[in-house]
């Protein structure tokens, strides 16, 4: 069985600030991570995915998530938050079945 | 199509009342699913197609929910004596095919169902 957390519901950063957003995971099998954006009136769109290739991956708008077994853990991080990053943020993780599990969801607002 | 579309974009209707959504993949797209996103919550995945293989259905809430896709075309998802607890907005997304859950979905706007 499969199932993420997603820690912090709303985090708040400054514009040109770091950005962590922390995902956690729990995974009987090798697990698949994913990391969706939601922005305003749209909807979800791939950020990145961990597919057991490179445990650093990069993704679209300068994210990227580095994938810990030792800590079983997937944050996404930018180096630099910009006004534009504002949405809602989910990790999903898969496994060999049909299902995802997406978490609750991290809402970021960058303040100017 | 150039995206996954959804339809109706809202929908209310009255408690006890049934009602369809509607989910247009990607033409191309073997897989489909179809979660719920209740408010403050996360996505919960609702029902799998993929081809012409029997669907997951293990995510439907109660025996008042059912979906039917034709072939890789067009899927619709039916609520039946709608309640008030149903109230959330539904998403659909397809992939190109399914290979152990690499594929990345590509999800549609979502319907927004408020029952009353």
Redesign the interface.
Known sequence: AQS?T?LG?HVSVSEGALVLLRCNYSSSVPP?L?W?VQYP??????LL?Y?SAATLVKGINGFEAEFKKSETSFHLTKPSAHMSDAAEY?C?V????????????TSLTVIP | GAGVSQSPSNKVTEKGKDVELRCDPISGHTALYWYRQRLGQGLEFLIYFQGNSAPDKSGLPSDRFSAERTGESVSTLTIQRTQQEDSAVYLCASSPRTSGGIETQYFGPGTRLLVL
């Open positions: 993420v997603q519901s698949y994913f969706y009136n749209q909807g979800l769109q791939l995915k597919t989910f999903a898969s496994g060999t079945g049909n299902q995802f599990y997406f978490g609750t969801g």
